[in-house]
């Protein structure tokens, strides 16, 4: 799951609407196929371009197309040059080679680019570049963008051009004023061998026919609706006597998934990989045709929300669909938008089975590079022994063997300093396990070293009373319901998020009303919001959870996030006893007990907390014990920006005693109230 890193999820919620509660399948035949996505973001388009083409022939290519990355023209008639070369397509700067480039064609081991375009596309310095870099050079160039694609077109040769069934040789024409649907039409072009031409929206350029017609080309698939390509052009190509196909739809989403269907139904392709790009820009998608094609991969474009169209391809993969390629960095195409199309593709999900899935850790060695914790101060349902291996700094991904599923929820406290932690991801991986990507940073947001700890739990129909959900879109339009395998409600009822302002929303339980119970509240993502519970009350049925976000700075912010919400019951499902958990409602008392509604102890004693110094509080629970280890995890709570971790905990006499850290938004010691739970 490389699921998710920016703040942009809007489109998640859109396809919630579009799946509605068909997810949920009780059919053990109906299991989820997990679908994963790789993303190319690179520093700029050339390094996005770099990033792709190595991607599509990842044991290099000894011919590769060379276009100018500021305009699209030539880079998408290009895709059909590179299917004939079987090659790829990397981006330069118009007036000289960028660094990016260079490096593209260093790694793939090229001996001959094909520059495109006349030395007013890319300059005779460029091709100097490349020659004094040791690469030979062509380079294929006309008076303007409809020549230069006729004249790529026609560089193969006719014997290249692929033919479609009864149709004969065929070609493709798109517009040449806008991108979206050659840009949609490249991966067809490069793997099916059909030449892609450009046309002017109300005429047909001189260069084009000329180039229909030294191919010899007998059909056109010609790309868009008559506000692209009018019918002034159709009826031009057809008095030739070459028959046209149009294939568009209502807008540029609904035409590249006309573009998906036809790839799929009337040129056969097993479509197990996709590939997101926007369909507002060219910049990191311009050379994603050659990619699409080496992978039968056909392009979905999309918004910030995947549009309906788009989801529809998604799901009319199912079958097969195991692979998104992303183009271009969160802000270009959202984490919503490709967890809309995962989860479209992903299909039915299973209901959840006996027995619960669950576990968790202590990660104590924070500079470690590999580990497995103590093994007192981990658990898994399974009895697999979890890992941890730190990828940067305070970045770090937790391994819960046996535990593999794409579902259930993640939280993490940070132990022993003032820094924050929160769950960036998690998914089920190839061999059965769980991988939870941890994000610990300072209070300024800087990525560092940190010890955590960090639970999972997938727990067994009606394990209550508890609820949880992911919440899975930072900034919904409307009440909406997070995705059924990421959310959990121990009546069977659906639970729902709704944003009340700016880092504010209300998660609503439905069926578990009622004073009382537990919360712990985690952020989610690569961003460095953090997220806790304001306050918790029933609303008639209902069990009403108020979450607040903040940035580092102590601002308000919208976020993703994971609640989690027990009463009379231990938090992590399936976790062994003892267990206890209390919410601390006052920051400065110097030693009282919590009211008992809101503790609660697998011993049936009551827990006690005394105020030891600015923000630090001691936490006894009488009779829970654990002189093995067990498991803390702290939130704090009301409307304010503080957080709060766990400092240590131990064993006394047959007690536990936990300390416990509160921190303002700089860092500093800061009285707050908080919930606690401990499981052994």
Same mark, same amino acid.
């Not at 949920?24 to 035949?29: E, R």
């Not at 792709?52 to 023209?73: E, K, N």
């Not at 030539?74 to 330069?92: C, E, F, H, I, R």
């Given at each position: 799951?490389?699921?998710?890193?920016?703040?942009?999820?809007?489109?998640?919620?859109?396809?919630?609407?579009?799946?509605?509660?068909?997810?949920?399948?009780?059919?053990?035949? =109906?299991?989820?196929?997990?679908?994963?996505?790789?993303?190319?973001?690179?520093?700029?388009? !050339?390094?996005?371009?770099?990033?792709?083409?190595?991607?599509?022939?990842?044991?290099?290519?000894?011919?590769?197309?060379?276009?100018?990355?500021?305009?699209?023209?030539?880079?998408?008639?290009?895709?059909?040059?590179? $299917?004939?070369?079987?090659?790829?397509?990397?981006?330069?700067?118009? =007036?000289?080679?960028?660094p990016e480039a260079l490096a593209g064609l260093t790694a793939l081991g090229a001996t001959t680019v094909h520059l495109l375009g006349s030395e007013a596309a890319l300059s005779a310095n460029v091709r100097n570049q490349v020659t004094a870099a040791g690469f030979a050079t062509t380079r294929i160039g006309g008076g303007n963008r409809y020549d230069t694609a006729a004249q790529v077109a026609t560089t193969p040769g006719a014997a290249v051009v692929g033919t479609l069934g009864g149709f004969g040789k065929t070609a493709i024409v798109a517009s040449g004023e806008n991108f979206p649907d050659a840009l949609a039409a490249g991966p067809i072009a490069h793997?099916?061998?059909?030449?892609?031409?450009?046309?002017?929206?109300?005429?047909?350029?001189?260069?084009?026919?000329?180039?229909?017609?030294?191919? $010899?080309?007998?059909?056109?698939?010609?790309?868009?609706?008559?506000?692209?390509?009018?019918?002034?052009?159709?009826?031009?190509?057809?008095?030739?006597?070459?028959?046209?196909?149009?294939?568009?739809?209502?807008?540029?989403?609904?035409?590249?998934?006309?573009?998906?269907?036809?790839?799929?139904?009337?040129?056969?392709?097993?479509?197990?990989?996709?590939?997101?790009?926007?369909? !507002?820009?060219?910049?990191?998608?311009?050379?994603?045709?050659?990619?699409?094609?080496?992978?039968?991969?056909?392009?979905?474009?999309? =918004?910030?929300?995947?549009?309906?169209?788009?989801?529809?391809?998604?799901?009319?993969?199912?079958?097969?669909?195991?692979?998104?390629?992303?183009?271009?960095?969160?802000?270009?195409?959202?984490?919503?938008?490709?967890?809309?199309?995962?989860?479209?593709?992903?299909?039915?999900?299973?209901?959840?089975?006996?027995?619960?899935?669950?576990?968790?850790?202590?990660?104590?060695?924070?500079?470690?590079?590999?580990?497995?914790?103590?093994?007192?101060?981990?658990?898994?349902?399974?009895?697999?022994?979890?890992?941890?291996?730190?990828?940067?700094? $305070?970045?770090?991904?937790?391994? !819960?063997?046996?535990?593999?599923?794409?579902?259930?929820?993640?939280?993490?406290?940070?132990?022993?300093?003032?820094?924050?932690?929160?769950?960036?991801?998690?998914?089920?991986?190839?061999?059965?396990?769980?991988?939870?990507?941890?994000?610990?940073?300072?209070?300024?947001?800087?990525?560092?070293?940190?010890?955590?700890?960090?639970?999972?739990?997938?727990?067994?129909?009606?394990?209550?009373?508890?609820?949880?959900?992911?919440?899975?879109?930072?900034?919904?339009?409307?009440?909406?319901?997070?995705?059924?395998?990421?959310?959990?409600?121990?009546?069977?009822?659906?639970?729902?998020?709704?944003?009340?302002?700016?880092?504010?929303?209300?998660?609503?339980?439905?069926?578990?009303?009622?004073?009382?119970?537990?919360?712990?509240?985690?952020?989610?993502?690569?961003?460095?919001?953090?997220?806790?519970?304001?306050?918790?009350?029933?609303?008639?049925?209902?069990?009403?959870?108020?979450?607040?976000?903040?940035?580092?700075?102590?601002?308000?912010?919208?976020?993703?996030?994971?609640?989690?919400?027990?009463?009379?019951?231990?938090?992590?499902?399936?976790?062994?006893?003892?267990?206890?958990?209390?919410?601390?409602?006052?920051?400065?008392?110097?030693?009282?007990?919590?009211?008992?509604?809101?503790?609660?102890?697998?011993?049936?004693?009551?827990?006690?907390?005394?105020?030891?110094?600015?923000?630090?509080?001691?936490?006894?629970?009488?009779?829970?014990?654990?002189?093995? $280890?067990?498991?803390?995890?702290?939130?704090?709570?009301?409307?304010?920006?503080?957080?709060?971790?766990?400092?240590?905990?131990?064993?006394?006499?047959?007690?536990?005693?936990?300390?416990?850290?509160?921190?303002?938004?700089?860092?500093?010691?800061?009285?707050?109230?908080?919930?606690?739970?401990?499981?052994?």
């Open positions: 799951m490389s699921i998710s890193i920016k703040r942009i999820a809007a489109g998640l919620l859109a396809s919630t609407a579009v799946l509605g509660a068909a997810v949920v399948g009780a059919n053990p035949a =109906d299991a989820l196929n997990p679908v994963t996505d790789t993303r190319f973001a690179g520093t700029n388009r !050339f390094d996005t371009a770099r990033q792709t083409a190595l991607a599509a022939y990842p044991l290099g290519a000894t011919d590769v197309v060379l276009a100018r990355g500021d305009l699209f023209p030539d880079a998408l008639a290009g895709s059909y040059l590179a $299917g004939s070369l079987n090659g790829p397509v990397l981006l330069t700067e118009s =007036d000289s080679l960028h793997r099916a061998d059909f030449p892609l031409l450009l046309t002017r929206p109300d005429s047909l350029p001189t260069e084009t026919a000329a180039a229909l017609s030294t191919l $010899g080309i007998q059909h056109v698939l010609m790309i868009g609706g008559t506000s692209a390509v009018n019918d002034s052009v159709k009826a031009a190509i057809e008095a030739t006597g070459v028959s046209v196909d149009r294939r568009f739809g209502p807008d540029r989403f609904a035409t590249a998934a006309n573009l998906a269907g036809f790839a799929r139904t009337t040129l056969g392709w097993t479509v197990d990989e996709l590939i997101l790009a926007t369909g !507002f820009g060219f910049a990191d998608a311009v050379s994603a045709g050659a990619l699409g094609g080496v992978k039968s991969a056909p392009i979905v474009l999309t =918004d910030d929300v995947l549009p309906a169209p788009s989801v529809q391809v998604c799901t009319d993969n199912q079958p097969t669909l195991t692979k998104l390629f992303v183009e271009g960095g969160p802000t270009v195409v959202t984490p919503g938008a490709v967890n809309a199309c995962r989860i479209a593709g992903q299909g039915p999900v299973i209901v959840l089975p006996e027995p619960s899935l669950s576990g968790y850790v202590w990660a104590d060695q924070e500079n470690a590079p590999a580990y497995s914790p103590h093994a007192g101060y981990q658990y898994n349902s399974t009895g697999g022994t979890n890992t941890i291996v730190r990828n940067a700094a $305070g970045d770090y991904t937790v391994t !819960f063997p046996g535990l593999g599923v794409n579902a259930g929820t993640v939280n993490v406290t940070g132990y022993a300093t003032n820094n924050r932690c929160k769950v960036e991801e998690w998914e089920a991986v190839a061999g059965g396990a769980l991988e939870v990507d941890v994000q610990c940073s300072t209070p300024a947001g800087i990525g560092q070293n940190t010890k955590f700890t960090a639970s999972f739990q997938r727990p067994a129909a009606g394990a209550g009373p508890r609820g949880y959900v992911w919440s899975n879109v930072a900034d919904p339009p409307a009440e909406y319901s997070p995705h059924a395998a990421y959310q959990f409600n121990s009546t069977g009822a659906t639970n729902t998020v709704t944003k009340t302002g700016p880092g504010a929303y209300n998660v609503k339980l439905a069926g578990l009303g009622g004073p009382g119970g537990h919360v712990q509240v985690t952020a989610y993502g690569s961003t460095t919001q953090q997220c806790k519970v304001e306050n918790w009350n029933p609303s008639g049925p209902d069990q009403v959870v108020v979450v607040r976000c903040f940035t580092p700075a102590g601002v308000a912010a919208d976020s993703r996030f994971t609640m989690t919400y027990v009463k009379d019951t231990r938090l992590i499902s399936g976790a062994p006893a003892p267990h206890a958990y209390l919410w601390a409602s006052s920051a400065i008392n110097p030693a009282y007990t919590p009211n008992v509604a809101y503790q609660h102890s697998s011993s049936g004693s009551d827990a006690t907390i005394a105020k030891t110094g600015v923000g630090t509080y001691e936490v006894t629970l009488p009779g829970a014990g654990s002189p093995a $280890g067990g498991h803390v995890e702290v939130t704090s709570y009301g409307p304010g920006d503080q957080h709060c971790n766990v400092n240590s905990w131990n064993s006394v006499g047959g007690d536990e005693k936990v300390q416990v850290r509160c921190y303002d938004s700089i860092g500093a010691s800061s009285d707050s109230r908080f919930t606690l739970a401990f499981v052994s």
